[in-house]
């Protein structure tokens, strides 16, 4: 077993490798990765800096600071809460425990959502109606509000804390006059007056009966840092995940304009079912279900019919 170092001060090489070794020990991936912006965090330096710098010594606050992290992360809690900071779509936005630390997944539906869009022409339109239905950190909101010029967005979400963030990554990209923050859980905010050309969200979609087994010890449960740290209500999608998607499924289409498109992320074996509640709407035609890198159905994209269609 490798020791905390004792004195106080310490060669960043030494530091770095001590902490990696404790990182190894507890299992957990990527060490070098995260034991190197956990330095970088510390010292206020780019992480290749930090990396070449490996004969300064850590003392005082700053070797205090970083291992007061390093034994918050042996203790699972996730990097990005540590750090304050997550990069998504190449762009830095803050993180706090109040939200969920933004996915590769998610960056899929956005990189669908931008496809789709771009190829149906609304790119020209004077305005784009955006909805972002649980907004968390802002990520979604903030970068279709950056890549489609004339979007003006919405995004929704019931926690007052995490719209806190929102706002502050939306100002810090520049997009805070593109997007109105609303307070509210789910539609009550905007019903029944809104009409939208996209709607999109990332809702909680994991089964309630999952964080019922102890984390990161059974097949199919949630490793420690996202059972343990992460925000619930952005999580537990109730009753094989599906409970809130069935209520986004009801009144999204309320929404949506006709011929409007609504994008959705959804749980790996959740498609047929996420599928089957759409079509039972009525409202919709053109559904279709894209896989992401690893080959699993990951994105869930409606278009709302037409209203001759819906027999308006």
């Known amino acids: 077993m490798i020791e905390t170092p004792s004195k106080n001060y310490v060669q960043i090489r030494k530091a770095f490798q001590n902490a990696v070794q404790r990182l190894n020990e507890a299992d957990i991936p990527q060490s070098e ?16 800096t930090v990396l070449l710098a490996g004969e300064r010594d850590l003392n005082g606050s700053l070797l205090e600071k970083f291992e007061k992290n390093v034994a918050r992360r042996l203790a699972r809690e996730p990097l990005a809460y540590i750090t304050g900071e997550k990069e998504f779509w190449s762009l830095p936005f803050m993180v706090t425990s109040d939200v969920l630390i933004p996915r590769p997944e998610t ?27 649980g907004t968390g950190s802002g990520v979604l909101a903030i970068v279709l509000a950056q890549e489609l010029v004339t979007a003006k967005v919405t995004a929704l979400d019931y926690s007052f804390n995490a719209l806190k963030v929102a ?19 789910w539609f009550d905010g905007i019903l029944p007056r809104a009409e939208f050309d996209i709607v999109i969200s990332n809702p909680p979609y994991i089964a309630e009966e999952v964080f019922l087994k102890p984390f990161g010890r059974t097949t199919g449960s949630l490793q420690p840092e996202v059972g ?52 039972r709407t009525a409202a919709f035609d053109s559904i279709e279900i894209f896989n992401d890198y690893a080959g699993l159905p990951r994105v869930f994209q409606a278009r709302k019919k037409a209203v001759s269609s819906l027999g308006k």
């Not at 990765?33 to 290749?48: F, G, P, Q, Y």
């Not at 149906?120 to 109606?129: D, P, Y």
């Not at 094989?240 to 929404?255: D, F, P």
């Open 33 to 48: 990765l995260e034991v190197s912006l956990l330095l970088s965090h510390a010292l206020k330096m780019k992480r290749t």
């Open 107 to 133: 960056e899929f539906l956005l990189e669908k959502t931008l496809e789709v869009i771009k190829n149906s022409g609304l790119t020209h339109a004077q305005t784009v109606k955006v909805l972002d239905l």
């Open 167 to 185: 706002r502050y990554n939306a100002k810090k990209h520049q997009v805070a006059e593109k997007i109105n923050f609303i307070n509210c859980n």
């Open 228 to 279: 343990q740290f992460e925000p619930r209500l952005a999580l537990d999608g109730g009753e094989r995940g599906i409970r809130e998607i069935s209520r986004i499924a009801v009144a999204v289409r309320k929404v949506l304009k006709p011929c409007a498109l609504f994008f959705m992320e959804i749980g790996e074996d959740q498609h047929e079912e996420v599928v089957d509640i759409f079509q």
